[in-house]
């Protein structure tokens, strides 16, 4: 992509180039893109299925929660709970300002002509985007260290602690989203004029910004990655001695089952959206600021990316709901609990 195939800066936009607005052109086509891509149903049904899939599986882990004896296992259940709680609130936020504008469709600029909303909406795809992948890696990382270093720590994390980890997270992500409310990049509309985002263009500020978003995303994917397939290979390892019988745990292969769930849906939703925003401001960098709006068809490419990344929230609660053992045992009934005498972890 270089800079000959950018739209032309028009007169029409020289006075929005430096609010939300600027990139893109709500009066071009507007019609034809909310009729063949921005269906208000489409936009309802997605978000309905998300937060009913999130919400059964919060109800099946706070159920799971209070008949846990195991300490790992609980720990284990609050990052899950974390995760859970954090797809559900960013499909209720972002849909509450997407699927009312389907179906009212009404003018960005006008309604919010100080950018206060496009901000917020900004903002909350950031946050509720790079939450549940620092969540998975941190899962990944408590896993690995329970089962590779059982003994390295004298107890398990405590239910308060891995809240407190989960609330770092958070405050994390939240930092990260409001760096362009404090000057590093822009959040502007998006095609098709229903939300807001990072900004892709060669702005120095937004530049770095969309590489400090996808870098650490991307980041947390690898390192998801490293942490279970090394903690697989381990409890394979495990399962497969001759005292198998005697430490085969069954709590681990589920939770480690889960893991690899999560991390494979978080790979294919959200690797393509990564990548892409890499590619897409780096090939730009040659113009220096010179564009002032993205090709309509790299504008649609983002688009398509963004509902690849909305799967992963609604996926993500099912990993739990149908990766339990609870489950797993009515398909598999060879996967019915044995005497555990030996556990790694203390």
């Given at each position: 992509?270089?800079?000959g195939?950018?739209?032309?800066?028009?007169?029409?936009?020289?006075?929005?180039?430096?609010?939300?607005?600027?990139?893109?052109?709500?009066?071009?086509?507007?019609?034809?893109?909310?009729?063949?891509?921005?269906?208000?149903?489409?936009?309802?049904?997605?978000?309905?299925?998300?937060?009913?899939?999130?919400?059964?599986?919060?109800?099946?882990?706070?159920?799971s929660?209070?008949?846990?004896?195991?300490q790992?296992?609980?720990?284990f259940?609050?990052?899950?709970?974390?995760?859970?709680?954090?797809?559900?609130?960013?499909?209720?936020?972002?849909?509450?300002?997407?699927?009312?504008?389907?179906?009212?469709?009404?003018?960005?600029?006008?309604?919010?002509?100080?950018?206060?909303?496009?901000?917020?909406?900004?903002?909350?795809?950031?946050?509720?985007?790079?939450?549940?992948?620092?969540?998975?890696?941190?899962?990944?990382?408590?896993?690995?260290?329970?089962?590779?270093?059982?003994?390295?720590?004298?107890?398990?994390?405590?239910k308060?602690?891995?809240?407190?980890?989960?609330?770092l997270?958070?405050?994390?992500?939240?930092?990260?989203?409001?760096?362009?409310?404090?000057?590093?990049?822009?959040?502007?509309?998006?095609?098709?004029?229903?939300?807001?985002?990072?900004?892709?263009?060669?702005?120095?500020?937004?530049?770095?910004?969309?590489?400090?978003?996808?870098?650490?995303?991307?980041?947390?994917?690898?390192?998801?990655?490293?942490?279970?397939?090394?903690?697989?290979?381990?409890?394979?390892?495990?399962?497969?001695?001759?005292?198998?019988?005697?430490?085969?745990?069954?709590?681990?292969?589920?939770?480690?089952?889960?893991l690899v769930?999560?991390?494979?849906?978080?790979?294919?939703?959200?690797?393509?959206?990564?990548?892409?925003?890499?590619?897409?401001?780096?090939?730009?960098?040659?113009?220096?600021?010179?564009?002032?709006?993205?090709?309509?068809?790299?504008?649609?490419?983002?688009?398509?990316?963004?509902?690849?990344?909305?799967?992963?929230?609604?996926?993500?609660?099912?990993?739990?709901?149908?990766?339990?053992?609870?489950?797993?045992?009515?398909?598999?009934?060879?996967?019915?609990?044995?005497?555990?005498i030996?556990?790694?972890?203390?």
């Amino acid at each position: 992509m270089t800079g000959g195939d950018m739209e032309p800066h028009n007169g029409s936009m020289s006075g929005q180039s430096d609010t939300c607005f600027g990139m893109f052109n709500a009066s071009d086509n507007q019609d034809n893109a909310q009729n063949s891509i921005a269906s208000p149903w489409f936009s309802t049904a997605f978000g309905l299925i998300g937060l009913c899939s999130n919400l059964f599986a919060l109800c099946v882990l706070l159920g799971s929660s209070r008949k846990m004896s195991s300490q790992a296992r609980s720990s284990f259940l609050v990052f899950l709970c974390g995760l859970v709680v954090t797809d559900f609130m960013g499909l209720l936020v972002t849909a509450s300002v997407i699927i009312p504008y389907h179906f009212i469709k009404f003018a960005w600029a006008k309604v919010d002509p100080g950018c206060h909303l496009c901000n917020f909406l900004g903002f909350s795809m950031v946050f509720f985007g790079q939450c549940p992948l620092l969540l998975g890696a941190t899962m990944a990382g408590e896993r690995f260290f329970g089962i590779n270093h059982p003994f390295s720590r004298s107890t398990s994390i405590s239910k308060h602690r891995a809240w407190s980890i989960v609330g770092l997270v958070w405050g994390f992500s939240c930092l990260l989203g409001l760096l362009p409310v404090l000057g590093l990049g822009r959040y502007t509309l998006q095609y098709p004029g229903s939300w807001c985002f990072l900004t892709l263009l060669p702005n120095t500020g937004d530049v770095v910004f969309c590489l400090l978003f996808a870098l650490l995303g991307i980041f947390s994917v690898l390192l998801s990655f490293i942490f279970n397939t090394v903690s697989v290979v381990t409890l394979c390892r495990v399962y497969h001695d001759r005292e198998s019988v005697q430490r085969r745990r069954d709590s681990e292969v589920e939770m480690m089952v889960q893991l690899v769930g999560i991390m494979i849906i978080a790979t294919i939703c959200w690797m393509p959206l990564l990548i892409f925003i890499v590619q897409t401001v780096l090939q730009q960098l040659p113009a220096s600021g010179q564009i002032q709006r993205l090709p309509t068809e790299t504008q649609k490419m983002l688009l398509i990316y963004i509902r690849m990344v909305t799967w992963n929230q609604i996926l993500d609660p099912w990993v739990y709901i149908l990766f339990r053992r609870a489950v797993l045992q009515r398909i598999y009934p060879s996967l019915r609990p044995r005497p555990s005498i030996v556990s790694l972890c203390p």
